[in-house]
């Protein structure tokens, strides 16, 4: 216990001499030793450093979650080293709507088939969502917040040490300084001294006296002063050497930070060339469900359309788009009238011409919204979106 006093107020010696000295640098009654050019260069860089990558950092939070609660719920789940519960975004959500109207509304309807298409769609893109904040999360804003909170604590760290160890190093040159000009003031009173009879006469010079008496204790220090100022500077060489090497290590910091930004980038076109090749695919399928509706349309507009006869075609009457639904539970071939052109995108569909008769029956295992058509000795699949089944 009795240690521990000592260190305490020692300690409380010391703070309170960097106060006094940091006080006296701010009212400019004090000299203060400033740091060499690079040095400063190097805390400046690593400021800027600091305030840009938490800047960058934010704003990507911002981007991948811009919905603030969920980002709050999300950073005390980490301070709580709980696992985030999963849940569904914004497309995944809207993709789940859609599925479950498309089948209230009826599969078999252009209407309900078209809403179901979108929704897989959609959470098609809500996965590729999921996968890119992940990545983004991992590979571009840990390192930058391992920055921020590691390496910039440590530079910060031994930053604060070096500002203390310059305060004690100007602490021990004003202690020094002002031993010697009182090792001075005492040397030329002493070289005069008074009458003994005129001591008591001269009052001033009693004070003067009792002043000499207290500046011979600063000039018997000086010596240890000396003592005290080397060993100062010796420490603070050493911190201003060790927060340069910590500063310079900025620099492998940028390189890193670097190849993270290509990674983010390179996560960003990935994400955005899925999204984009989903939204084709499904521009597709929903382009063949209005080229359907806008011949049905046109056909009940135009009546006198029906009776064109279309050369070595039979004489059929078209059935209405429930029809649609009647094929996948006939075993046998019916025929179909081409809506659309309609080019093979792959070597097992067949190519269509507009208005041409073609026989279709279904095939084991094959997707509902495809049929296995069939034109002379020519056989392939073929979108149903493009057909009018005849009665």
Sequence with gaps: MDFNVKRL???????????????????????KTELDAHLETLLARAEYTKLWTERIM?????????????????FLYEKLEKKVPMRANNHEQLGTYMIDSGHEFGPGT????????????ERQIGG???????????????????FIEGDFQTISRERKFLQNRRLDLDVTK????????????SAQLNSTPPLGEEYGAHFSYMLSFLHVKWLKMWSEEEAQAETELRVAQSEFDQQAEITRLLLEGVSDTHAHHLHCLNEFVEAQATYYARCYQHMVDLQKKLGSFASMLSSNNNQQSSPSRASVPIASSPSVSP????ALNELPCSNTSRQARVVNDYEAAGRGELCLAANEIIMVSTAPGMDSDWLMGERGNHKGKVPISYLELLN
């Design 58 to 74: 934010k704003q990507t939070e911002v981007l991948l979650q811009p919905n603030p609660n969920v980002r709050i719920e999300e």
């Design 319 to 322: 059935s209405y788009p429930s």
């Design 174 to 185: 004003s202690k020094l300084k002002k031993a010697r000009v009182a090792e001075a003031r």
């Design 128 to 146: 590729a969502e999921r996968e890119f904040i992940q990545s983004s999360a991992n590979n571009f804003l840990t390192p930058f917040r391992n």
């Design 9 to 31: 107020t020692a300690d409380a010696g010391i703070f309170l001499s960097r106060a006094v000295q940091f006080t006296g640098e701010i009212l400019g009654q004090a000299e």
């Design 110 to 121: 252009a209407y309900g088939n078209a809403l179901i298409k979108c929704g897989e769609t």
